[in-house]
């Protein structure tokens, strides 16, 4: 894990070794604060940590003040093009402006958003993005891993020169190879925390991939403070994608791991459709704001490895021909015929959850 500088987003704790958080975005009208906040409400139950508001020009500034006001998670303004924009959503109450300065154009219209924040004490995220880099670098350098980083290392300089030093970066590209190659570059050469993200993933069938991929590679290396899974898909599914990817990186465990077994020919129970009212009961009890007490849930077709791998699961189930066992703490509870077995393990799930 390298050693990053800590900065605060609102009370979220970012870097110098606080636990890897989780962002996503709103995408309803801003001006709609209503919509919103139910929207970060969902996010926040779901193990959101913080969440980003476009506040795309100034007639949405209403609504993004009550949603600053009003939300569960630190908000994150997410502005393009007018500096004048993130100047209004650090007086609007956000806890963090996103920002490209590579799409604002003017190096002093930058400085003067540089200085609000530092005198404020809003947190900057200066995200640099393959897609929108500025000309004159795209000129020089491309659009590959060293552009991204030169750009990114530059513009931390003139915010550092006016004082501002609440900073993190994020370095995008919608190649994986780019942003994991660039992300490490950087990691190497600035102590500042880094929001990881493959921009523009797509749909989730794809978007899924190329996210694990990239995120989960970075993450392997100890490079990541804050992260944000990019999806064609409801931001509810960016939050669930993003805390399996921690749980994959051994980072944080936010829902219990379900163990279940690929089928195969000696599969004597409807294993497919167990294992999604699994999944979709551990969602629905999260989105309850109920904890569940489980660390790991089996769920297995068959005698050959079924048993081992739900005894020592939290519960489980083993089946066998039209029927199987549920398991709990690594003793055998009973044998159940198929129909009975789901609503028991969910019975088992349910009794394990406490309000969070
Ligand atoms: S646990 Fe049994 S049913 Fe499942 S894949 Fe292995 S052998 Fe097949």
Known sequence: ??????????????????????????????????AA??????????GCDIVRVALPSSAEIDGFTRICAESPLPVVADIHFDH??????????????????????DEDKVRQVARAAAASGCAVRIGVNGGSLAPAVRERLGHG??????????????????????????LKSSDVGVTVAACREFAARS????????????????????SAM????????????????????????????????????????AAPEIISCPTCGRTGIGLFQMVEAVE??????????????????????????GPG?????????????????????????????EEDLLPALLAEIRASCSKN
């Open 1 to 34: 894990m390298r050693t990053t500088r800590q900065i605060m987003v609102g009370r979220v704790a970012v870097g110098g070794g606080a636990p890897v958080s989780i962002q996503s975005m709103t995408n309803t009208p801003t001006g709609d604060a209503d």
């Open 37 to 46: 906040l139910a929207q970060i409400g969902r996010l926040a139950r779901l």
């Open 84 to 105: 004048r924009l993130a100047l209004a959503a650090m007086t609007a109450g956000a806890a963090c402006i996103r920002i490209n300065p590579g799409n604002m154009k």
């Open 145 to 170: 891993p060293a552009a991204l980083v030169e750009s990114a290392l530059e513009y931390a300089c003139w915010f550092e020169e006016e004082g501002c030093r609440a900073l993190k970066v994020s």
């Open 191 to 210: 102590d500042l925390p880094l929001h990881l993200g493959v921009t523009e993933a797509g749909p989730v069938s794809c978007g899924l991939i190329k």
């Open 214 to 253: 990239g995120i989960g590679a970075l993450l392997l290396d100890g490079i990541g403070e804050t992260i944000r899974v990019s999806l064609t898909a409801p931001p509810e599914e960016e939050i669930i994608a993003g805390r399996r990817i921690l749980e994959a990186a051994g980072l944080r465990q």
């Open 280 to 305: 979709k009961a551990i969602a629905d009890l999260q989105a309850q704001g109920l904890e569940i007490g489980l660390r790991k849930i089996a769920v297995m077709g068959c005698e050959v490895n």
């Open 309 to 337: 791998e739900a005894r020592d699961a939290d519960v489980g189930i083993a089946g066998g021909k039209g029927r199987g066992i549920l398991f709990r703490h690594g003793e055998k509870v009973r044998s159940l015929p």
